[in-house]
């Protein structure tokens, strides 16, 4: 699975939309892009995934560039309970157990 | 939230000691899985199950075991503990392997301290 990059820590003000961004340069064309996130002294919890189309849900939207290198997690309107640790991670749909390789992810902190 | 409950939450135990700790699923989900989490790495698979009594290596599976005798139970036993293995375990479930939707649930987490 491809390898992804994302910043360490990122800062949000209460009410404006957290932008939290992902490389995966190496991304081939039949691995798909994953978010999940985990809220302190909890386990993960799923949030979106795309292969190419732009996606978005309940709680999330997530914008994945033309190339697929990249893609953008977009919170639109964060809260306090958003402050979590994001995970991007990148993997095939190979039909055996979804074995999910996280990352050190981005520490998102909203803030009043 | 779906029914996945870890025992015990926390544990400290000797080094060279044996430590099972317990996975316990009420959603009849086919797929198990045991992580490890440690500051600086993130999460890592340690072993997964995809029915019962099958089980297959993750990627840091040195020093622990797995069984799955039943759907909804999944074993962790790290055979003789060392402090290396002093981390937060994760247990989580899926339903399916592979699909257009590709969602795991979580447990809360085992704290297990190798003194």
């Known amino acids: 699975d491809a390898k992804t990059t994302q910043p360490t820590s990122m800062d949000c003000a209460e009410g404006r939309a957290a932008n939290l961004p992902c490389n995966h340069s190496?991304?081939?064309?039949?691995?798909?892009v994953y978010w999940y996130r985990q809220i302190h002294s909890q386990g993960p919890q799923y949030i979106i995934h795309?292969?190419?189309n732009n996606e978005t849900n309940e709680m999330a939207s997530l914008i994945i560039t033309e190339d697929r290198k990249s893609s953008t997690l977009i919170l639109p309107h964060a809260t306090l309970r958003d402050t979590a640790v994001y995970y991007c991670?990148?993997?095939?749909?190979?039909?055996?157990?979804?074995?999910?390789?996280f990352g050190t992810g981005t520490r998102l902190q909203v803030t009043l | 939230d779906a029914g996945i409950t870890q025992s015990p939450r926390h544990k400290v135990t000797e080094t060279g000691t044996p430590v099972t700790l317990r996975c316990h699923q009420t959603?009849?989900?086919?797929?198990m899985y045991w992580y490890r989490q440690d500051p600086g790495h993130g999460l890592r698979l340690i072993h997964y199950?995809?029915?019962?009594?099958?089980?297959d290596k993750g990627e840091v599976s040195d020093g622990y075991s797995v069984s799955r005798s039943k759907t909804e139970d999944f074993l962790l036993t790290l055979e003789s503990a060392t402090s290396s293995q002093t981390s937060v375990y994760f247990c989580?479930?899926?339903?399916?392997?592979?699909?257009?939707?590709?969602?795991?649930?979580f447990g809360p987490g085992t704290r297990l301290t190798v003194l």
């Open positions: 199950s995809y029915g019962v009594k099958d089980t």
């Open positions: 795309g292969l190419k």
């Open positions: 959603e009849n989900h086919r797929y």
């Open positions: 190496t991304i081939s064309g039949n691995e798909y």
């Open positions: 989580a479930i899926s339903e399916r392997p592979d699909a257009l939707y590709n969602e795991q649930f």
């Open positions: 991670i990148v993997r095939r749909h190979t039909g055996t157990a979804s074995k999910l390789t």
